[in-house]
Structure formats: C-alpha cells, structure tokens
C-alpha cells in the first residue's frame, strides 16, 4: 500500500491548514502522526472504514479527521492551530496485511 500526503506549509497561529493522504487502495484503519525535532512520534487522530474516530487530547475540539472511502483519501483539517503543532505530520494505514506509513509533510506554525 502506498500513502501520499500532502497540505503542510506554514501557517500564522490561530490559522487553518488541511491535510489529505491518498492511498493506492482502500485500507480499514487511518491515522495522522506527527513529530517534532527532538521528539517521539506520537499519535494525532484515527478513523476507520466506519467512520469511528478518535484524537489525542491535544487536538481535540481543534483538528477533525475525516475520509473519503470512495477516493481512498484520508483528511486532517486543522483550526486554531499552535506553535506546539509544528512537526512533520504522516499518514499511516493500517489492515491485516500489515501497517504503511507515507512520507511527511512538514506543518510549521509561527508567526
């Protein structure tokens, strides 16, 4: 499975940027992950086939995760964002054939 992301660039604090992660086919489980210099990556948020969707504390009531099965396009659609989301942010999808991740798109908040 191939995942291309996209979207990143910099943005002012308190902007908007959107993310979108295509993948070569449909894939049950998607997530974004991000990681800043110096730092773990960590968990940003998932959403499955269904719809379900689940984000880090961090984010919440700031970032909605969404796709479109029919494009096999996962989003992350940032608001209010932070400096301390700065980070490459990547994709990553996950079935029983295994787990693939894209390459990173680099978000940087500063103003």
């Known amino acids: 499975v191939q995942l291309q992301a996209s979207g990143g660039g910099l943005v002012q604090p308190g902007g908007s940027l959107k993310l979108s992660c295509v993948a070569s086919?449909?894939?049950?489980?998607m997530g974004w992950y991000r990681q800043a210099p110096g730092k773990q990556r960590e968990l940003v948020a998932t959403?499955?086939?269904?719809?379900?969707?689940a984000y880090v504390d961090s984010v919440k009531g700031r970032f909605t995760i969404s796709r479109a099965n029919a494009k096999n396009t996962m989003y992350l659609q940032m608001n209010s964002l932070k400096p301390e989301d700065s980070a490459v942010y990547y994709c990553?999808?996950?079935?029983?054939?295994?787990?693939?991740w894209g390459q990173g798109t680099q978000v940087t908040v500063s103003s």
């Open positions: 990553q999808g996950m079935d029983y054939s295994g787990t693939y």
């Open positions: 959403i499955n086939s269904s719809g379900d969707t």
């Open positions: 086919r449909n894939i049950y489980r």
